[in-house]
């Protein structure tokens, strides 16, 4: 296709896009009713403000401006059969406008949309799904949770908590749940890190080379003990000695 005629196509896409986002539920912002949205997010196929297009970002959602972007011909016939309404009835179909986070709620929108394509908190599979949504790439991993047996509440992490009532996932700065207005007091605390597993110790092995011990003296007669004393020789009588003389008698 030529620059020029896809210049044409581009221009068109985008007044389409724009009278779309002028028509029904379109006309406010899929996660925080700001009115006049100029963003789009394809995984879902609904429209968005600027605020909540940049937290749509942080989740590693695809988000494109209406009148910034270049749109292929399959994301437009998805735009077309998606939209706000759309999307409301397959991942919010049982939540009241009343609910959503007030426009600028930064956190509380975060939490919101985290909720919403992430927890699935308000999630009903349908038939139209295939057509209106596309799958988000899933980057947010719950710790595991720790449940308060007096309440039933589940505190998640050091900044956020689920409610007790309506498993509503909250920041940790609400002090109440923002759809059934339960107190933060009801949450568990954070659950404690795991100790370490101790090491293990391996059992001391025989060394073959070591030098045996020395056996044990004993009473025994030694063979190079002093000699027993010598016997003095018995005098032998002398041969040649002089015979002693006797006297004769008179």
Same mark, same amino acid.
């Given at each position: 296709?030529?620059?020029?005629?896809?210049?044409?196509?581009?221009?068109?896409?985008?007044?389409?896009?724009?009278?779309?986002?002028?028509?029904?539920?379109?006309?406010?912002?899929?996660?925080?009713?700001?009115?006049?949205?100029?963003?789009?997010?394809?995984?879902?196929?609904?429209?968005?403000?600027?605020?909540?297009?940049?937290?749509?970002?942080?989740?590693?959602?695809?988000?494109?401006?209406?009148?910034?972007?270049?749109?292929?011909?399959?994301?437009?016939?998805?735009?077309?059969?998606?939209?706000?309404?759309?999307?409301?009835?397959?991942?919010?179909?049982?939540?009241?406008?009343?609910?959503?986070?007030?426009?600028?709620?930064?956190?509380?929108?975060?939490?919101?949309?985290?909720?919403?394509?992430?927890?699935?908190?308000?999630?009903?599979?349908?038939?139209?799904?295939?057509?209106?949504?596309?799958?988000?790439?899933?980057?947010?991993?719950?710790?595991?949770?720790?449940?308060?047996?007096?309440?039933?509440?589940?505190?998640?992490?050091?900044?956020?908590?689920?409610?007790?009532?309506?498993?509503?996932?909250?920041?940790?700065?609400?002090?109440?749940?923002?759809?059934?207005?339960?107190?933060?007091?009801?949450? +568990?605390?954070?659950? %404690?890190? /795991? #100790? $370490? *597993? =101790? @090491?293990?110790?391996?059992?001391?092995? +025989?060394?073959?080379? %070591?030098? /045996? #011990? $020395? *056996? =044990? @003296?004993?009473?025994?007669?030694?063979?190079?003990?002093?000699? %027993?004393?010598?016997?003095? *020789?018995?005098?032998?009588?002398?041969?040649?000695?002089?015979?002693?003389?006797?006297?004769?008698?008179?």
């Amino acid at each position: 296709m030529s620059t020029t005629k896809q210049k044409k196509k581009n221009e068109a896409n985008k007044a389409t896009l724009r009278t779309m986002a002028s028509q029904g539920d379109n006309k406010r912002c899929m996660d925080c009713n700001r009115s006049n949205p100029n963003y789009v997010v394809t995984n879902f196929n609904t429209f968005v403000c600027e605020q909540c297009s940049g937290i749509h970002r942080d989740q590693q959602h695809h988000v494109k401006g209406i009148g910034l972007s270049e749109f292929t011909d399959e994301e437009m016939e998805n735009l077309k059969r998606g939209g706000n309404a759309a999307a409301t009835a397959i991942w919010r179909p049982n939540l009241d406008r009343a609910a959503y986070p007030a426009p600028g709620e930064t956190l509380k929108i975060k939490t919101f949309i985290i909720n919403t394509y992430e927890v699935k908190r308000w999630y009903k599979q349908g038939p139209q799904e295939t057509h209106h949504a596309q799958p988000a790439p899933h980057v947010h991993h719950p710790p595991a949770q720790t449940s308060n047996p007096s309440s039933g509440a589940v505190h998640l992490t050091n900044w956020q908590w689920q409610c007790g009532r309506c498993t509503l996932v909250n920041n940790s700065s609400d002090r109440q749940c923002s759809v059934c207005e339960a107190p933060k007091s009801a949450a +568990a605390p954070a659950p %404690a890190p /795991a #100790p $370490a *597993p =101790a @090491a293990q110790r391996t059992p001391p092995t +025989a060394n073959l080379f %070591a030098a /045996a #011990p $020395a *056996p =044990a @003296a004993t009473a025994s007669h030694s063979l190079f003990s002093a000699a %027993a004393p010598k016997q003095q *020789p018995q005098q032998q009588p002398d041969l040649f000695a002089a015979a002693p003389t006797t006297t004769p008698a008179p």
